[in-house]
């Protein structure tokens, strides 16, 4: 259980196009779900924390005109990369948490999106 | 912010050796969590240990934990050539925002030599 697809796994694009990847909890309901991005060899940066139903947050330097983010049910959340310019190539990750107390809510992590703008 | 600081950044040892792999943090946590990735994938949860714990194993992995020191140990013993990844610790704190936040450190590349 608890696991969490994104798709596309890979995509290239060319600059100036809009890029969106799903997120997807498949066997659970997610309250909560997290964008991270991860430049090569570094760590997993938080972009932002989404909401069903709710704006989401962002991290402080995410742009949020430029990654826009719905999460418009309990198994889905959308990171759409506007106007996408190479610098924003990166590997995406999302995760999600689900809907239960266990005095934390834990993360379960999705396989990531490979993003490369030409 | 980046909280979490690992060390070695890159350990290289021989398969059959053990693995130790440092974490330090800054501030206060509810738990901390480590994560294992294969080059150009996705996060692997290893192990969770809360705030209130001192020491956790499952398998060949051994996680302490030192709040008043804010640092974290995962040591794999016996190593094997299938255990070469990167390794992260994240801390999770609440956001107030209704939710828990992982920050994750910068990672320790492990290579293990068959």
């Known amino acids: 259980g608890a696991v969490v697809s994104q798709h596309p796994s890979r995509v290239i694009c060319k600059s100036g196009t809009s890029v969106k990847i799903e997120c997807r909890s498949l066997?659970?309901?997610?309250?909560?779900m997290f964008w991270y991005r991860q430049f090569p060899k570094q760590s997993l940066m938080l972009m932002a924390t989404s909401n069903e139903g709710s704006k989401a947050t962002y991290e402080q330097g995410v742009e949020k005109d430029k990654f826009l983010i719905n999460h418009a049910s309990l198994t889905l959340s959308t990171l759409t990369v506007t106007s996408a310019h190479p610098e924003d190539s990166s590997f995406y990750i999302c995760s999600a948490s689900p809907i239960r107390n266990r005095g934390y809510n834990e993360q379960f992590f999705g396989p990531g999106t490979r993003l490369t703008v030409l | 912010s980046q909280q979490g600081e690992e060390d070695p950044q890159a350990l290289s040892i021989q398969e059959g050796e053990n693995a130790t792999m440092n974490c330090s943090y800054k501030t206060s946590i509810n738990n901390l969590q480590w994560y294992r990735q294969n080059s150009g994938r996705g996060l692997v949860h290893l192990i969770l240990i809360r705030s209130n714990e001192r020491e956790k194993h499952s398998g060949r992995l051994r996680v302490t934990l030192d709040t008043s020191k804010k640092s974290s140990s995962l040591l794999i013993t016996a190593s094997r050539a299938a255990d070469t990844a990167s390794y992260f610790c994240a801390t999770a704190a609440y956001s107030g925002a209704g939710s828990y936040q992982l920050t994750f450190g910068k990672g320790t590349k492990l290579s293990v030599i068959p």
């Open positions: 066997d659970f309901q997610a309250t909560t």
